[in-house]
């Protein structure tokens, strides 16, 4: 992982344009009525300035923008319609012809087919830049491209190597295997996440998370139901509606899960923005363990810090600290 001038992901002055177009969209499916919208969009504008600034992580800027829109809207689940339609629209994409076409090929060609269909997913957001609009189209070319960021194969190694001689050492020891802990992003994209799942319980135990509670699009146990994630391994929540991943904010069963696990899979900008904060924590007292940011490019800063390009198939690989 490089950094820009050594630092984590913070808010860009460009990041203001997302910002400012999530809230009128999000303010649009709570009401028609323009002078309401007014009134809705300036309170919300309100009450993130003392939080906006430049050392603001973009997701957990994220975080008090829809939080504040949940309180304004008296719903718990403002983009639930949304979300139901994702997912429906996921369900019916992935015919079994994809299915079968991604599980062609040897290990390592089943591993990327995988990654990229979960990339796909990805497209699936209406948290930056519009992907709602031309979303067949973009998912389609997601699957017809390339990973242009493409760690797969460490990741393959990893689970073939060291750390599955790590888990066969802990096996002999106390019964326990190789353990994934696999972080969702948004309703519908977890459908595209199934298969990738899939393929990496040939390796390793998965333990997938989900929101603990609504925000945004981003997918909650009601998803991982819908997209069949509990009918193949264990789902736990974050315990929190923290848009990214917050450990500050996370419940002690995801701490534990997360301290447990060999290797963790991150998916989307959210929790990329958010868990590269704890990328330069590194103290004597620190634990570490590989991360794989798996996500689609969607925007100029993001595409800058990884040295990429907006709409970039990105499979990244790094190390995250943590104290707890």
Known sequence: MQYINGDTLKIKPSCSICISRQIVDAINE??????????????????????????AVPAWMGTHVHRHIKEISNSDDPYKQLKMNANKYAKQYLTK????????????????????????????????????????????????????????????????????????????????????????????????????????????????????????????????????????????????????TRFEESSEEFRQEFKSADIVISKGMGNYESLTEYELTKDENSSSKPIYYIFKVKCEPIAEYNNSYVGANAFLKSTIYYNF
């Open 30 to 55: 709570i009401t028609d009525d323009d002078e309401k919208k007014f009134e809705l969009i300036k309170s919300t504008m309100q009450k993130i300035t003392d939080v906006y600034g430049s050392q």
């Open 97 to 244: 012809t994809i299915i079968d076409e991604v599980n062609e090929g040897d290990d390592l060609k089943r591993l990327q087919s995988k990654a990229k269909l979960a990339i796909a997913g990805n497209v699936i957001d209406f948290g930056p830049y519009g992907t709602k609009d031309n979303m067949e189209q973009k998912v389609e070319q997601t699957l017809e491209g390339i990973l242009d960021i493409d760690y797969s194969k460490d990741l393959l190694n990893d689970l073939k190597g060291k750390l599955k001689e790590k888990a066969k050492a802990k096996a002999k020891n106390n019964g326990e295997k190789l353990k994934i802990i696999y972080i969702c992003d948004n309703a519908g994209e977890i459908v595209f996440d199934k298969p990738f799942i899939e393929e990496l319980m040939n390796y390793a135990e998965v333990i997938v998370s989900v929101k603990g509670k609504p925000i945004l699009n981003d997918a909650t146990m009601e998803d991982a139901i819908e997209a069949g994630i509990t009918d193949i391994t264990k789902v736990i929540t974050s315990g929190t509606d923290v848009i990214g």
